[in-house]
Nanobody, 121 residues
Framework: QVQLVESGGGLVQAGGSLRLSCAASGSIFRINDMAWYRQAPGKQRELVAA???????YYADSVKGRSTISRDNAKNTVYLQMNSLKPEDTAVYYC???????????????WGQGTQVTVSS
């Protein structure tokens, strides 16, 4: 069994910062890509930032320059540092990871339960 657990969401004023964390646990052989998505009320889930096992990073235009994705491979954890937050950043943020379980031989996408980020104006 593999589990992703997010933390770090909350209520912050516009211009503030938050750091989201997502820790993967369980019978993990290898983690490939790790990413953060978000879903605002009435909108589709969208990719915010991603980090490949090779060190490549991707950012959506809406957060580029304000956010940094990083990972601690020893802890199977990915972080999203968000600065200069705007009300339009308000959403539920989900962690995603492509993981090969021990003994499986193939990768599967796993999702966290989501953490609420609310930015007040």
């Amino acid at each position: 069994q593999v589990q992703l657990v997010e933390s770090g969401g909350g209520l912050v004023q516009a211009g503030g910062s938050l750091r989201l964390s997502c820790a993967a646990s369980g019978s993990i052989f290898r983690i490939n890509d790790m990413a953060w998505y978000r879903q605002a009320p009435g909108k589709q889930r969208e990719l915010v930032a991603a980090s490949t096992s090779g060190g490549f990073t991707y950012y959506a235009d809406s957060v580029k320059g304000r956010s940094t994705i990083s990972r601690d491979n020893a802890k199977n954890t990915v972080y999203l540092q968000m600065n200069s937050l705007k009300p339009e950043d308000t959403a539920v943020y989900y962690c995603n990871a492509r993981i090969m379980r021990s003994g499986s031989g193939y990768e599967v996408d796993y999702w966290g339960q989501g953490t609420q980020v609310t930015v007040s104006s």
